[in-house]
């Protein structure tokens, strides 16, 4: 098994998805072709091995397809009787409550997740 990099744009994330189980995606999902972005990230995942997985998610935004897809992903993840633990590390702006709440209904739908919530102040990268 290879490392997924998928080099982001102005409407699709960063994907850095490493076989050690380091995974990332980073920057905005603003694509009416959802399905499309997450296919590769799919297929990875399904063949994922490890002991841990640590999921750093540094989205500014998503769109509506993209949030479902997004949750799909992590239902996977919740469900590869392959991975041992998941850790998410959920990024939000200081001031982007939606955000917030979005991984916190995200941890309410998953059951072996354990959700780390990180505040993202103005001038600081994630």
């Known amino acids: 098994m290879e ?13 850095i998805f490493k076989e050690n189980g380091e995974l990332k995606i980073q920057g905005r999902i ?3 072709h959802a399905v499309a972005t997450f296919a590769p990230m799919f297929e990875w995942i399904a ?4 002991q841990k997985v640590i999921f750093n998610i540094e989205l500014d935004y998503m ?3 993209a949030s479902m ?3 799909d992903l992590l239902i996977q993840l919740d469900k590869n ?4 633990q998941i ?16 991984g916190k209904m995200f941890e309410q ?3 072996r997740v354990s959700f780390e919530f990180i505040q993202i102040f103005e001038g600081t990268e994630a």
């Open 87 to 102: 850790i998410v590390n959920w990024h939000y702006d200081e001031d982007d409550e939606d955000h917030l709440e979005t």
């Open 81 to 84: 009787p392959d991975i041992g």
């Open 109 to 111: 739908r998953l059951d």
């Open 63 to 65: 769109n509506t397809g």
């Open 30 to 32: 603003i694509t009416e």
């Open 47 to 50: 063949e994922l091995k490890v």
């Open 3 to 15: 490392s997924l990099n998928i080099k982001g744009t102005s409407s699709a994330p960063t994907v």
């Open 69 to 71: 897809k997004l949750l």
